[in-house]
């Protein structure tokens, strides 16, 4: 049961810090305890845990723009940061977890800025019948967290251009672009900024929950700990991943998500797997490169080894797989 509520604020822009500061507060909450962090990130695109940077992104043109491309943990599709955008996360021990309550705070808070928000879908909260806040989640050992961005006044020409999602989850959405099927919510109220947001999140947090809210206590952000989650999120390998010359590509779109699945094989036995998926599970990914490294390249014995895993929608994936014709 959640007894206690604290409320930290970020103070920088950087994406890579950001995070390593949300992976520590998920690291030490305790039980009985519920974070709200509010934070923002500069110029930025955020892919999810198991995604492909080059095919999500238009990277050259961030870069050489100032932007920087950031990898977070959970699982879901990629996203655009600027300083019109304010991202909140949820941190608390995961048998406290109440995803309707969390998103509760945001609608309340929204609406009491006038904005008429309602939950759509399976993480997007929508008014006007548009999309202001998409949501992505993680679990481990025994502790969660639900974050997600809220557009107030993002930059949806560079939105636009940065983003590259592929036709196939456009045409399931019903537009033609990442633009089309946005809102900021200051179109619909005007007067509505990142302050006043901040503000109406805050108190619908204590509302939501009934409980006083305090600052997270300042030995919680333990400097050193935050500096090497900082290092990895700067990597190369942790943001990009591995380019490798692979033999097998294929891909599919499902109610669930999107995956794409790139196989290498060697005297008929697969060496190297990736996985690129916006499904919500974050663990498919890790799961299914496991499941098929070191699997022979035969049908029968793949979808046997995706089965025997237990990966997140193995039917799917397996039917993907029949239809290559390998």
């Known amino acids: 049961m959640t007894e206690r509520l604290y409320l930290y604020e970020g103070v920088g822009f950087d994406p890579h810090?950001?995070?390593?500061?949300?992976?520590?507060?998920?690291?030490?909450?305790?039980?009985?305890?519920?974070?709200?962090?509010?934070?923002?990130?500069?110029?930025?695109?955020?892919?999810?845990?198991?995604?492909?940077?080059?095919k999500e992104c238009r990277v050259s043109r961030l870069e050489e723009d100032g932007g920087t491309l950031a990898r977070r943990?959970?699982?879901?599709?990629?996203?655009?940061?600027?300083?019109?955008n304010l991202n909140f996360t949820f941190l608390l021990p995961t048998a406290d977890y109440d995803l309707k309550k969390q998103t509760e705070v945001i609608l309340t808070?929204?609406?009491?800025?006038?904005?008429?928000?309602?939950?759509?879908?399976?993480?997007?909260?929508?008014?006007?019948?548009?999309?202001?806040?998409?949501?992505?989640?993680?679990h481990n050992?025994?502790?969660?967290?639900?974050?997600?961005?809220?557009?107030?006044?993002?930059?949806?020409?560079?939105?636009?251009?940065?983003?590259?999602?592929?036709?196939?989850?456009?045409?399931?959405k019903g537009v033609d672009s990442v633009r089309a099927?946005?809102?900021?919510?200051?179109?619909?109220?005007?007067?509505?900024?990142?302050?006043?947001?901040?503000?109406?999140?805050?108190?619908?947090?204590g509302r939501v929950y009934g409980l006083p809210i305090t600052p997270v206590p300042?030995?919680?952000?333990?400097?050193?700990?935050?500096?090497?989650?900082?290092?990895r999120n700067q990597s190369w390998g942790w943001c990009f991943g591995p380019r490798l010359p692979f033999d097998v590509s294929c891909q599919g779109r499902w109610p669930w998500g999107e995956l794409g699945l790139e196989l290498a094989a060697e005297n008929g036995v697969i060496r190297h797997c990736s996985v690129?998926?916006?499904a919500m599970e974050w663990e498919l990914s890790a799961r299914l490169e496991t499941a098929l490294t070191g699997c022979r390249f035969v049908l029968p014995e793949m979808?046997?080894?995706?089965?025997?895993?237990?990966?997140?929608?193995?039917?799917?994936?397996?039917?993907?797989?029949e239809a290559q014709n390998f």
């Open 303 to 321: 979808e046997e080894k995706i089965t025997a895993a237990r990966v997140p929608h193995s039917a799917d994936i397996c039917a993907l797989l």
């Open 181 to 205: 099927r946005v809102v900021n919510l200051a179109d619909i109220q005007p007067d509505i900024t990142v302050p006043a947001l901040r503000e109406a999140l805050a108190l619908a947090f």
């Open 276 to 278: 690129w998926t916006d």
């Open 73 to 84: 943990l959970s699982g879901g599709g990629a996203v655009f940061h600027d300083l019109g």
């Open 109 to 138: 808070a929204c609406q009491s800025l006038g904005v008429p928000a309602v939950l759509s879908g399976r993480n997007d909260l929508t008014a006007a019948g548009k999309k202001f806040s998409g949501s992505a989640f993680y």
């Open 141 to 172: 050992r025994g502790r969660s967290y639900h974050h997600g961005t809220l557009l107030v006044q993002v930059d949806r020409e560079k939105m636009g251009q940065y983003l590259n999602p592929s036709p196939a989850k456009l045409e399931a």
């Open 17 to 54: 810090y950001n995070l390593a500061v949300e992976q520590q507060l998920l690291e030490t909450v305790q039980p009985g305890e519920c974070i709200l962090y509010l934070w923002q990130n500069q110029n930025t695109v955020v892919i999810g845990r198991n995604q492909n940077a080059w």
């Open 218 to 231: 300042p030995e919680r952000l333990d400097e050193a700990a935050i500096h090497g989650f900082f290092q």
